[in-house]
């Protein structure tokens, strides 16, 4: 069973930064891609960046790119979200999610998420 933890989450003004980190805990994290995702109220889960298991490569959301970066540490099982420039639209709750067997935005192929850390970005 794969149990993954999100902190970082907290409350920005517009323009600052935040940093969120992803602990994969009962399993060998290097073994899975590993993606954020964010929702807000009253709207569905989107895509924020992914990371794959074998070459580190990235992928964003055009919403999230230049601004965020997405970065993960296999030794010590946990993955980050650096935040930059954030913006009131960034305002949601951002999960991290591990092992997709699809294609990586749908947030529907990933297996096992977190429960979430609120982002909120005051203007």
């Known amino acids: 069973q794969v149990h993954l933890e999100e902190s970082g989450g907290g409350l920005v003004q517009s323009g600052g930064s935040l940093r969120l980190s992803c602990a994969a805990i009962?399993?060998?994290?290097?073994?899975?891609?590993v993606a954020w995702f964010r929702q807000a109220p009253g709207k569905g889960r989107e895509f924020v960046a992914m990371i794959n298991w074998n070459d580190f490569g990235t992928r964003y959301a055009e919403s999230a790119k230049g601004r965020f970066t997405i970065a993960r540490n296999n030794a010590e099982n946990t993955a980050t979200l650096q935040m930059s420039s954030l913006k009131p639209s960034d305002t949601a709750l951002y999960y991290c999610?591990?092992?997709?067997?699809?294609?990586?935005?749908?947030?529907?192929?990933?297996?096992?998420w977190g429960q979430g850390t609120q982002v909120t970005v005051s203007s």
């Open positions: 009962g399993t060998r994290f290097s073994d899975y891609s």
């Open positions: 999610a591990a092992y997709s067997t699809g294609r990586y935005d749908n947030a529907g192929v990933w297996h096992y």
